[in-house]
């Protein structure tokens, strides 16, 4: 068995040793241009004029282009589908800015010192315009940020950018007017989650060249090299066939490197000048000029009975998707989704989320994909109803959950696994529920509560994800798997290996992987929406299947037994009951590829999502505020969870440790901040707060997984489902301890102490 074992990552070796494997580490320095874009000072402007022959003067500067050298061709940055759920409101460089650090102009030099020397040259003439920088004044403005005609990929969205309206999407079941009626206890609440950064450890960067087949390759460690290269096709204005993608490493992508930010860019510079180019983006560009997690506002309105049995849910989502659209839609989409179809037995269920442009940095996907922020407002209205009628919150939350088996009403498909009692009973064992809940005070001016929040998630995207492999046997007798996904440093490689050599019946050394290249790899929509292990897998596991059927037939005819008769170990086939009758791998191999009739052993196989299996996650949360401060000490984080067959146990707790600290951050810490005129304050990590390990006490991560029927040897996903419950099981544990209800994150000692105060003057 090898499914189920912690082997270490494929590439360890290698990112321990620092080998050169990232994408700076594999430009050619001695002939490379080097990129440096000047960017707008103005969150909302037009472009009077723009003096670039000074800075064209500039001894080592090969040339500066604007607005008036770019073709006006308008793409979508974010790229899932084909057609792109998302405006085509991109272009590499137009007359118009649209927030503070949008594209101005691009300069091109022999070096960077050149190239920043040159920006600093340009003068530009604006027309600064009144920008919209709160996301409730958006719709309907009368100030338009992206006026003229837009396409859009997908017409159901709603898409009307004369009214800054980029999504408006609603599902229901049931009558929920009429459900309200039949309430004991109605809660109407508002919860505001705030924008967050990806803060990858390698900023965004592209690379790129002319092949020696004349082909405009880029390199850049991205996470879905087919949806990139017919992004930065289309932004250049070539042919897809005229274009390569290549993913080196990626060092953290968190959702932010499937976005097409640095590709066109060296794209459109390498065409011009036929030279290689770099764009490397610095960490105040990273913060400026990237993307953001979507800020949004939820009202919940939400009924029950005197006994918790919930009657009614209503919910209604506001997103800010700033200058440019991107994901907007589908992020919306998720935020109700990815978290209603968790209280699906609620007779009568209402959503409605809509997005709008503003004049603030571009949201974009970000770990959770608005499940995060949706599971916030419902999670901590599930907490507050209990409070309201005096349950045990997660009394509450198992009368409304559903269970395995379940199906229809506002699921999209039947709940095949679904580990949900289990998940919390230990969750609660391990967090000391019965002796600690609601509080316990430690000392004069401390207080300890505790906390609870549910989440699911997806396993990629049903009817929309797909994924081919070819896997073929080598001269030696090990195999090669190919595929178009790439590896975002959660161990994809090593466990899509592990599959394999499941499927195949030998062990992790006979496994050999290529993936990241557009020349060589299959097609796949990328590595996003938690669907690699999922996606992917499925498909390693239907090649590996059909390669072991090809090689017993192979062996058959050879050896004159039955088929049924023989099976496939690591380095041959032999007869189930008689050891001594066996052909060796590299003989069969061998002959395959010599004489009339060669015929290389490989095969192709594919998966397409039908079905998006759920991931389950119990998270309990401790909390110390000290009732002098408001000061928040996180003493404990417990995250129970069922996302299938572990393939990898080491790297599944990992994945769930870092997902837990990106969501501590979201509850605590992190927030974006402008000023009045729509300029970023927190640019850099001396103002933007990321937690740290001091600043979390104990971490517990357990598996309590039900085995998924269509996933690879049982198993779901787990990348993104794990930052959901942080930040509602934090809010539900300092309002435990303090009484204070968190419903806009991060929540701050201020909030927790001006919070406790005015409950004082109540």
């Not at 705030?194 to 996470?223: F, P, W």
């Not at 850099?684 to 039900?706: L, T």
Request: charged share 25%; glycine share 8%; aromatic share 6%.
């Amino acid at each position: 068995m090898v499914v189920g074992k912690s082997y270490k990552k494929l590439d360890s070796e290698a990112i321990l040793t620092g080998r050169p494997i990232y994408t700076d580490d594999l430009i050619d320095q001695k002939n490379v241009l080097s990129i440096k874009i000047l960017r707008s000072p103005y969150a909302f402007a037009k472009i009077k004029d723009i003096d670039v022959e000074k800075a064209k003067s500039l001894d080592g500067v090969v040339d500066v282009y604007t607005y008036k050298d770019v073709e006006q061709i308008r793409y979508s940055e974010g790229g899932e589908a084909a057609p792109e759920m998302a405006p085509h409101d991109r272009i590499l460089l137009e007359p118009i800015v649209r927030f503070v650090g949008d594209e101005v102009a691009i300069v091109v030099a022999e070096d960077e010192r050149i190239a920043e020397k040159a920006r600093k040259l340009i003068k530009v003439d604006y027309e600064v315009l009144e920008p919209v920088l709160d996301m409730e004044k958006a719709l309907d403005n009368e100030i338009i940020i992206h006026e003229g005609k837009r396409h859009h990929g997908k017409p159901f969205t709603k898409y009307d950018n004369s009214r800054n309206l980029v999504s408006d999407f609603s599902v229901s079941q049931g009558d929920v007017d009429e459900e309200f009626k039949n309430c004991d206890v109605i809660l109407e609440r508002t919860y505001r989650t705030q924008a967050q950064q990806h803060c990858s450890m390698e900023t965004n960067r592209s690379y790129a060249y002319i092949d020696d087949k004349g082909k405009l390759t880029i390199v850049s460690g991205n996470q879905t090299i087919s949806h990139m290269r017919r992004q930065t096709a289309q932004a250049v204005g070539l042919p897809i066939k005229d274009v390569r993608l290549k993913a080196a490493k990626v060092g953290g992508a968190f959702g932010g490197k499937k976005l097409s930010i640095t590709e066109p860019y060296v794209a459109f510079v390498t065409n011009k000048t036929k030279r290689p180019s770099k764009l490397i983006m610095d960490r105040e560009e990273m913060f400026m000029a990237t993307s953001v997690r979507h800020p949004i506002i939820s009202k919940i309105k939400i009924g029950s009975d005197k006994e918790g049995n919930i009657k009614a849910i209503d919910m209604k989502v506001l997103s800010n998707t700033g200058a440019y659209g991107s994901n907007a839609a589908a992020v919306t989409m998720e935020s109700g989704q990815n978290v209603l179809p968790m209280y699906a037995r609620v007779p009568a269920i209402r959503f409605n989320g809509k997005s709008v442009y503003t004049n603030m940095v571009p949201s974009g996907p970000l770990r959770g994909y608005g499940t995060t922020q949706g599971t916030f407002a419902m999670a901590s209205i599930m907490n507050e109803l209990a409070r309201e009628i005096n349950m045990d919150p997660v009394e509450l939350l198992l009368k409304n959950t559903i269970r395995k088996g379940a199906e229809g009403g506002i699921l999209p498909h039947k709940m095949r696994s679904f580990n949900v009692e289990e998940c919390i009973n230990r969750g609660k064992d391990l967090i000391e529920w019965d002796k600690k809940y609601p509080r316990v005070k430690v000392g004069e001016n401390k207080v300890r509560g505790v906390g609870a929040a549910l989440a699911l998630h997806t396993s990629g995207i049903a009817g929309q994800d797909t994924a081919t492999v070819i896997l073929r046997l080598e001269e030696d007798g090990s195999y090669m798997l190919m595929v178009g996904s790439s590896d975002l440093g959660t161990g994809a490689e090593t466990v899509l290996c592990q599959i394999a050599a499941e499927s195949l019946n030998t062990d992790m050394d006979s496994i050999s992987i290529c993936t990241g290249d557009t020349n060589t790899a299959p097609y796949e929509t990328g590595a996003y929406a938690s669907c690699t292990t999922y996606i992917t897998g499925n498909a390693v596991v239907r090649a590996g299947d059909k390669l072991k059927e090809k090689l017993l037939e192979i062996a058959s005819k050879k050896m004159c037994l039955a088929k049924c008769d023989l099976v496939l170990e690591k380095d041959r086939i032999r007869h189930k009951k008689d050891e001594s009758m066996y052909v060796l791998l590299t003989e069969i191999v061998r002959e395959s590829l010599i004489g009339e009739n060669t015929d290389q052993i490989m095969v192709k196989a594919s998966y397409g999502s039908r079905e998006k299996p759920r991931p389950f996650m119990a998270g309990f949360a401790e909390v110390e505020v000290d009732t002098l401060t408001g000061k928040v000490d996180l003493i404990k984080f417990v995250l129970v969870a069922d996302c299938g067959t572990i393939i990898n146990p080491n790297l599944a707790k990992v994945q769930a440790e870092g997902g837990l600290m990106q969501g501590i951050g979201l509850a605590l810490y992190e927030d974006v901040v402008y000023d009045k005129r729509g300029n970023l304050l927190t640019n850099n990590f001396m103002h933007y707060n990321i937690p740290v390990k001091s600043d979390v006490g104990e971490v517990i991560v357990e598996f309590k997984s039900d085995y998924e029927p269509t996933g690879p040897y049982g198993a779901k996903s787990i990348g993104e489902a794990v930052v959901h419950t942080p930040s509602p099981a934090i809010a539900n544990a300092i309002c435990n301890a303090v009484g204070f209800q968190g419903r806009e994150l991060p929540i701050t000692p201020e909030k927790v102490f001006m919070g406790m105060r005015k409950r004082e003057e109540k």
